[in-house]
T-cell receptor, first 115, second 114 residues
Framework: AQTVTQSQPEMSVQEAETVTLSCTYDTSESDYYLFWYKQPPSRQMILVIR??????QNATENRFSVNFQKAAKSFSLKISDSQLGDAAMYFC????????????FGQGTELSVKP | DAGVIQSPRHEVTEMGQEVTLRCKLISGHNSLFWYRQTMMRGLELLIY????????DSGMPEDRFSAKMPNASFSTLKIQPSEPRDSAVYFCALRGPEAIYEQYFGPGTRLTVT
């Protein structure tokens, strides 16, 4: 069975600085997708960024980028120029390319942004 | 706006009562997912539908839980009878249109069973 691990329960960053959130996963599959979701206090789950495992190029969405290391089964999220609005819980998620789309989530990392 | 409406947003009920959570999709989609979020277990899939048919219900805790999707725009999750351990946030999600099949979540229903 696939598992997703986020080893940092809490992280803190100064406004305008850069922070990296870690995620590792375990799978025997070669084709899959990875996602980062943001959950602010409103509890809405917001898709931040996504990565196809077959793509070597790391995904980027504005200030958000990932470092995808397939061999190491690592999928970290980098937030550049952190803003107060980035404060939230961040969840890493895995989805097999087979089947209907069940997401397997990590435990989450709570990010605080200091002004 | 992911096009997912959940109701109610908050529900407080007493143990033993029946609870029905609702999910409405603004436009019809082929696939719909129900997730539950608790402090102890995090986010976990309960069930998902494809073309209104339940495909994987292995995450449904027990027979007290049931889910239906009568059409492409509406689904319900029912708990009968409810128990305090069912207290959680319940999310409905739809699958995006692209091949990567990312999922877009509704705002969630916070259920408290006393």
């Amino acid at each position: 069975a696939q598992t997703v691990t986020q080893s940092q329960p809490e992280m803190s960053v100064q406004e305008a600085e850069t922070v990296t959130l870690s995620c590792t996963y375990d799978t025997s599959e070669s084709d899959y997708y990875l996602f980062w979701y943001k959950q602010p206090p409103s509890r809405q789950m917001i898709l931040v960024i996504r990565q196809e495992a077959y793509k070597q190029q790391n995904a980027t969405e504005n200030r958000f980028s990932v470092n995808f290391q397939k061999a190491a089964k690592s999928f970290s999220l980098k937030i550049s120029d952190s803003q107060l609005g980035d404060a939230a819980m961040y969840f890493c998620a895995y989805r097999s390319a087979r089947g209907g789309g069940k997401l397997i989530f990590g435990q989450g990392t709570e990010l605080s942004v200091k002004p | 706006d992911a096009g997912v409406i959940q109701s109610p947003r908050h529900e407080v009920t007493e143990m033993g009562q029946e609870v029905t959570l609702r999910c409405k999709l603004i436009s019809g989609h082929n696939s719909l997912f129900w997730y539950r979020q608790t402090m102890m277990r995090g986010l976990e899939l309960l069930i998902y539908f494809n073309n209104n048919v339940p495909i994987d219900d292995s995450g449904m805790p027990e027979d007290r839980f049931s889910a239906k999707m009568p059409n492409a725009s509406f689904s319900t999750l029912k708990i009968q009878p409810s128990e305090p351990r069912d207290s959680a946030v319940y999310f409905c999600a739809l699958r995006g249109p692209e091949a990567i099949y990312e999922q877009y979540f509704g705002p969630g229903t916070r259920l408290t069973v006393t």
